[in-house]
Structures are given as structure tokens and as C-alpha cells.
């Protein structure tokens, strides 16, 4: 992965209340990068460079820096929270929870949304819902036009940054130069859930918390503090709530649905359950 542009409301409340409130329009054929044929195999994009873009133009995107409020002011008692949550998260390391939180890293390939497949019951196979795996990954174009005036406008240093402690990841140093806030992943792992909940809501409680999770393990893994975490999620709200009044993403839903559908009732394994370390906020 490459240099890229990627607040404790309740956030989660917020976002859920935002966003579940209809996903349910019609949802076109995919863009450019990875067009699905009719039949045989599907080709798609391998990461970073070749990636797909996203649904919004620069002329049609929110901007988050002009809705989100700053990160925690120098010295307040909400920057003061945050470090010590990253301290104390170190403890982590070596556990079951850190090992997740390393997975969490991948954001960029077609099969990173499978870190939902303990929450969704069956294993996302992108070969079977290819306009699915599709929008997913366009949505990481549109958060990225979406989150770069706040990433830039909000530069924030980045927890190991101001304080070289453990990572689950060898951070890169493009890693080290971006904006701590808010967090892409915490964006695109809960703008997801909240697509994926809306395919199955019979496992939206399932599915939503391991979005949540999916963001926590950046302030697991020591590249975010909770509050960048926290303001992503508002930005992964955003991305659904403008995508759902886009025709292209609203024709690309309503093919997803019945890939999602075929898929799930064709699958012949269960997914492991979540693991119970995923149960619970880590700070």
C-alpha cells in the first residue's frame, strides 16, 4: 500500500441510525476496473495501484472537513483518554486480539471483506458475488476523496509517531507522514457493515459489531487512537448515506443483493463465530 490521503458521540448510534434507516434502493453494472462478465471467471484487481475508483466525482462528494469537528485539542482530556488507551493497549500484543487486529490491516484486495465472515455466517468468496466485491471496493475511492480535506486540513501525528511503542504492523513510513484523523479503516470497516447488514439483517447485530471491531483494531494495533477510530465511523456513515442516492451504486446494490442471496444459499460451510475478543470495545 502506498501514501494515501486516508469523537465520541456515539458514534455507532449515529451512524446505525443514519445509515440502516434504507440501504434498500435498487442498487448498475460495475465501473471501469473490474467489469464482470457474463460467465466465466472474473478477473480483479490485485491492490493499491490497480484498484478500482469510487462512485462520486470531486464535484458531488461530501467533504469531512467540513462537517467533522477537530480531533481532541493538545492537552484536553479527551487527547489525554486517547493516549492512555494506546498505552494500555500495548498490553495486547501476542494475544488473540492483536492477531486480529493485523488482519484488519488488509483494506485494499477483493477478499478483505472477509474479515466479516465470521459476523455474515458463510465465507465471502468474491469469484461468487463479484458486483458485490465490486462496490466494496469501489467505496474505498469514494472515502478517500471524502476523508483527504480532513486528513490534511485535522494532520494529526499518528500514536507511534508521538510515541514509539509496539505495532502490529512494521508501519511504512508513508505511514507515519499521513493524518491520524479519523481513521479510513474504522470509515470503510463500518461503511461496510452497514451495506452488509442491509443484505442480511437477520445478522446485522453480528455484522455491525464486527465493523465496530474492524475499526478498533487500528487503536489495537497502535496506528489510530479511539477517537480518530470514532470519527471515522461518522465518515463511513457518510459514504453510505451519499452512495445511496448515486443510480449507479443503486443499480450495483440490487445486483449485489441477489449474488448475496444465491451465494449465502448455495454455501455448504459455516464461517467460526466471531471471536469473543471482539465482543467488546478495547479501551
Avoid at 465501473?31 to 460467465?39: E, F, R
Avoid at 494475544?95 to 484486495?109: F, G, L, V, Y
Avoid at 480518530?228 to 463511513?236: K, L, N, T, Y
Amino acid at each position: 500500500m502506498t501514501p494515501k490521503p486516508f469523537v465520541r458521540i456515539s458514534a455507532a448510534a449515529f451512524a446505525a441510525a443514519l445509515v440502516l434507516g434504507g440501504c434498500a434502493g435498487q442498487v448498475e453494472a460495475p465501473h471501469a476496473a473490474a467489469a464482470v462478465p457474463a460467465s466465466g471467471p472474473v478477473t480483479f484487481w490485485t491492490g493499491f495501484r490497480d484498484h478500482p475508483h469510487g462512485y462520486l466525482t470531486a464535484e458531488n462528494t461530501p467533504n469531512a472537513a467540513n462537517f467533522l469537528p477537530p480531533p481532541p485539542a493538545e492537552g484536553s482530556l479527551r487527547e489525554q483518554a486517547d493516549i492512555a488507551a494506546y498505552r494500555q493497549m500495548r498490553a495486547l500484543e501476542g494475544t488473540e486480539r492483536w492477531e486480529i487486529a493485523r488482519a484488519d490491516n488488509e483494506i485494499e484486495t477483493p477478499g478483505a471483506p472477509r474479515a466479516f465472515d465470521c459476523a455474515l455466517g458463510f465465507k465471502f468468496e468474491p469469484e461468487k458475488m463479484p458486483t458485490l466485491t465490486l462496490l466494496m471496493g469501489k467505496m474505498l475511492g469514494d472515502l478517500e476523496m471524502i476523508q483527504t480535506p480532513a486528513k490534511k486540513g485535522y494532520f494529526r501525528k499518528r500514536p507511534f509517531v508521538v510515541e514509539s511503542l509496539p505495532t502490529c504492523i512494521a508501519p511504512e513510513s508513508w505511514l507515519g507522514a499521513s493524518g491520524s484523523y479519523p481513521s479510513g479503516h474504522s470509515a470503510l470497516g463500518w461503511a461496510w457493515s452497514l451495506v452488509l447488514a442491509e443484505l442480511a439483517p437477520d445478522r446485522a447485530d453480528q455484522i455491525l459489531r464486527r465493523g465496530l471491531a474492524y475499526g478498533e483494531s487500528r487503536a489495537v494495533c497502535g496506528v489510530h487512537y479511539p477517537s480518530d477510530v470514532e470519527a471515522g465511523r461518522i465518515v463511513g456513515a457518510t459514504i453510505v448515506t451519499r452512495l445511496k442516492a448515486d443510480p449507479a451504486f443503486q443499480a450495483d446494490f440490487a445486483k449485489a443483493k441477489v449474488e448475496f442471496e444465491a451465494a449465502r444459499a448455495a454455501a455448504t460451510e459455516a464461517a467460526p463465530a466471531c471471536s469473543a475478543s471482539l465482543a467488546r470495545q478495547p479501551w
